[in-house]
């Protein structure tokens, strides 16, 4: 018995694999396995890695001065640690969901599980319904904070248009995700993604310490309560990237490895985030409490053109990763989503981007937005929904002992795992939504009474600091907002 379920969960996820199996191989087949067939475990953790570490890199120094450099420190290593937990988790109920439906002989070559069907094939549908939920408002958000992010960039190399303009154009540029079918097709981008923000959080720890620190630097972190909630719900949002877990995992020929992909991936991504926020921080200082992206304080040069320009790219393809789930679920509403035309399905995915692009004209609130989503959203999609359905999924004797994913030894099996699941439930309830959602809802209703809704250029400089009263002695410059 034990030997058939595990000859069940390794052919999971291997049609593509098997197809390919004994085909000749042309220059074409070549080139399309190179770029854009993937599904290894090189490119999941490609895609997990540059999936994790987007613009939230860049907000990371402000969340580093609101909460001081040790806390800052430690609850990057403390939520990392938990989001591999709850991947875990997500990747255990999906190998169950997945081998049991194989079992009834259902087919998945043409179709891409979703957490929300993994949700209804194990607990029914008010959990799915409440995963769906979820799930799709937090990918919503998460791909408006992209949006945000590509106008708050460039407007550091070209300020002749203003942040909202630039939202109008990257709006469009990033509709073309709809061409993208699934994570099986993102390769090459994610690939190409994490050089990107690999480049950029060493370009920000190096020019940081040969800047060194501003005259007068304080580091008075932290100071508030609701500054102090506000930056570690940034950082429960920066480890919060598995809402696509099934997705990649879907992608993958193995998908029952991707919780050590999950974990590898993570430990990189740290290696990126912690050695940036502390340079920058320890550079700037308090400074950083009032500019959300960590470009605005390093001079310009041409190292950090380089590092906008890799970070706009980055953002057009974590834009895809957050909203390839969505166009999935459009499809399956649509009733098209086994359609074989690409034309068709992309066509059919266009009315998603227009609520994106509305929203991220209205909230424009770079850095706060991504405190928000994190307790409001993330806090329950990644964390406690996950660690509550593995919990009443395997509730029963009967259940555990034929469970496909047996908790790992280290854990303490089954007991450690309920342990450690009740212990996420409760911390992030009280700390990531509790406080923490007190404290993000404040700083976001403050943004609001400060910039307004539809603000045309959020954290631009202010005329007497783009031209200092001795050289603009008439009228400010209409390029300053």
Request: hydrophobic share 45%; with cysteine; glycine share 6%.
């Amino acid at each position: 018995m034990a030997l058939e379920k595990e000859v069940e969960t390794v052919i999971v996820g291997n049609y593509e694999e098997m197809e390919s199996k004994g085909k000749p191989r042309d220059i074409k087949s070549r080139l399309l396995s190179l770029f854009w067939h993937g599904g290894s475990v090189y490119d999941a953790w490609f895609s997990c890695a540059s999936n994790q570490v987007a613009q939230v890199l860049l907000t990371l120094p402000c969340s580093f001065s609101q909460l001081g450099m040790l806390s800052g420190t430690l609850f990057q290593l403390f939520y990392g640690l938990l989001g591999c937990w709850t991947a875990y988790l997500i990747s255990a109920l999906y190998v169950e969901y997945r081998t049991r439906k194989e079992r009834e002989k259902f087919n998945f070559r043409n179709h891409v599980i979703q957490w929300f069907e993994v949700l209804d094939g194990l607990l029914g549908k008010h959990w799915r319904n409440v995963g769906l939920a979820f799930n799709c408002t937090f990918l919503l958000f998460g791909s408006v904070i992209q949006l945000i992010a590509c106008a708050s960039n460039i407007y550091y190399i070209n300020d002749n248009l203003d942040k909202r303009t630039w939202t109008y154009i990257f709006g469009a540029c990033c509709a073309t995700t709809v061409f993208i079918p699934s994570f099986h097709n993102y390769r090459i981008w994610s690939f190409l993604g994490l050089l990107m923000t690999t480049y950029t959080a060493w370009y920000l720890t190096v020019a940081s310490l040969l800047h060194g620190q501003v005259e007068g630097v304080k580091h008075s972190g932290p100071t508030k309560l609701v500054l102090y909630f506000t930056g570690a719900t940034n950082i429960l949002y920066t480890f919060g990237g598995h809402a696509v877990t099934v997705e990649i995992m879907h992608a993958m020929w193995k998908p029952q490895k991707f919780k050590y992909i999950y974990l590898l991936a993570s430990l990189y991504v740290l290696t990126l985030t912690l050695p940036s926020a502390a340079a920058v921080y320890w550079a700037f200082g308090d400074m950083l409490l009032n500019h959300s992206n960590a470009f605005s304080l390093l001079p310009r040069s041409p190292f950090r053109d380089m590092a906008v320009i890799l970070m706009l790219i980055h953002q057009f393809i974590t834009f895809g990763f957050a909203c390839t789930p969505l166009y999935l679920v459009w499809e399956k509403a649509l009733g098209i989503h086994e359609c074989r035309s690409l034309c068709k399905r992309a066509l059919a995915r266009l009315p998603v981007v227009i609520p994106i692009w509305f929203l991220a004209i209205v909230f424009p609130f770079f850095g706060p937005i991504n405190s928000t989503v994190g307790s409001l959203l993330v806090s329950f999609t990644v964390y406690i929904i996950p660690a509550l359905a593995h919990i009443f999924t395997f509730k029963s004797p009967a259940a555990r002992q034929n469970a496909v994913e047996q908790p790992p030894k280290l854990v303490g099996r089954w007991a450690g795992a309920y342990t450690i699941n009740v212990f996420v439930v409760v911390w992030v309830v009280v700390v990531g939504f509790g406080f923490g959602g007190w404290a993000s809802m404040v700083n976001f209703i403050h943004q609001i009474d400060t910039f307004g809704f539809f603000t045309k250029c959020y954290q631009c400089p202010s005329p007497t600091s783009v031209h200092p009263p001795h050289l603009n002695a008439t009228a400010p410059s209409p390029r300053a907002h």
